[in-house]
C-alpha cells in the first residue's frame, strides 16, 4: 500500500512540473493566430506605431538592449529615423509558421515575412521571418525579427541559449527592384 502511495505522489509531482519545450506541429487554429498577431505587428510598424512591437517583443532581446526602456526608447527612435529617411512600406505580409522547436520551457516558431518597400525612390523586396516563441502550454507568443538574424544567425543562441541543437535559420535577403 505503502508502495502504491508513494508511486502516485512522484506521478502528481511529475505531472505538476513544468516539462520541457518539445518539437512539432501548430494546430490549424494556433497557426492561423499566430499569422495574424504577425500581420497586427506588422500592420502597425509600417502605420509608424512602435507601441505593439514593443510590448510583443522577447524579453531576451531587451536585456540584451539595456532593459525595457532602453529597448523602448530605442525602437520608436528607429521606427520614427525610418520614417524621416523616406523609408515607405508598401506591403509587408506574414506567411504561413513552420514547426515549433524546443528551447528550454519555451517554445520557437518561424514565421515568413515578404515586404516590399520604398526607399525614396528605390523599390526594395525583402525575404525574412519572425521569430515566434511562447512559454510550453500558454498561448501568448514574443517575438523577436529575424531580419538581424539573417547576417548574424549566432544571435539567436545568445537570445535564446535553449533552443534545441541543429535548428536552421529561414532564408532571407533584400533585392533591389
Not at 531576451?60 to 523616406?86: C, N
Not at 519572425?130 to 501568448?140: D, E, F, I, N
Request: aromatic residues 6%; contains cysteine; proline residues 5%.
Amino acid at each position: 500500500m505503502r508502495r502504491y502511495l508513494l508511486a502516485s505522489l512522484m506521478y502528481l509531482l511529475l505531472a505538476t512540473t513544468a516539462q520541457p519545450a518539445l518539437a512539432g506541429e501548430l494546430t490549424a487554429a494556433e497557426s492561423a493566430g499566430l499569422r495574424q498577431d504577425v500581420q497586427a505587428m506588422l500592420t502597425a510598424f509600417a502605420k509608424g506605431d512602435a507601441e505593439l512591437i514593443i510590448a510583443r517583443t522577447h524579453p531576451s532581446l531587451k536585456r540584451l538592449a539595456g532593459g525595457d526602456e532602453t529597448y523602448a526608447q530605442s525602437t520608436r527612435d528607429t521606427v520614427k529615423a525610418l520614417h524621416k529617411a523616406g523609408v515607405v512600406i508598401i506591403s509587408d505580409e506574414a506567411g504561413v509558421p513552420g514547426r515549433t522547436y524546443a528551447a528550454g520551457d519555451e517554445e520557437v516558431c518561424f514565421v515568413p515575412r515578404q515586404s516590399l518597400l520604398r526607399v525614396r525612390e528605390t523599390a526594395i523586396r525583402s525575404t525574412s521571418f519572425m521569430v515566434a516563441v511562447r512559454h510550453v502550454g500558454t498561448s501568448q507568443w514574443r517575438y523577436l525579427d529575424g531580419a538581424g538574424l539573417i547576417d548574424n544567425p549566432a544571435m539567436l543562441r545568445q537570445l535564446l541559449p535553449a533552443l534545441e541543437p541543429g535548428v536552421i535559420l529561414p532564408k532571407g535577403g533584400v533585392e533591389t527592384l
